[in-house]
């Protein structure tokens, strides 16, 4: 059973930085995609950024040059290293997987999600 939890979410003023980390286990796949996601009170859910196997990343326009995704194969962990935030990236943030990336970090196309870590950004 795939287990996915998130932490490093907290309390930040703008400009400032954070780091959030998922750990994933019970997956036997050999490659996968994983994704960040966040969502805000009374908005959809959107993608944030998401890596493949092969080290490709996306992001979303509005996170590009301020966030940094990656992963530690050997710790089955992903990060999301976020700088500059603005209060505009307060959100629930999710970590997510999927068998394979597609373009558009939908989130349909991801099977396994984590519970959730809540990141605020005060301005």
């Known amino acids: 059973q795939v287990q996915l939890v998130e932490s490093g979410g907290g309390s930040v003023q703008a400009g400032g930085s954070l780091r959030l980390s998922c750990a994933a286990s019970g997956y036997t796949y050999r490659s996968v995609c994983m994704g960040w996601f966040r969502q805000a009170p009374g908005k959809e859910r959107e993608g944030v950024a998401s890596?493949?196997?092969?080290?490709?990343?996306r992001y979303a326009d509005s996170v590009k040059g301020r966030f940094t995704i990656s992963k530690d194969s050997a710790k089955n962990t992903l990060y999301l290293q976020m700088n500059s935030l603005k209060s505009e990236d307060t959100a629930m943030y999710y970590c997510?997987?999927?068998?394979?990336?597609?373009?558009?970090?939908?989130?349909?196309?991801?099977?396994?999600w984590g519970q959730g870590t809540q990141v605020t950004v005060s301005s």
């Open positions: 890596i493949d196997s092969t080290g490709r990343t």
């Open positions: 997510a997987m999927a068998r394979l990336c597609f373009p558009g970090l939908r989130s349909a196309d991801f099977g396994y």
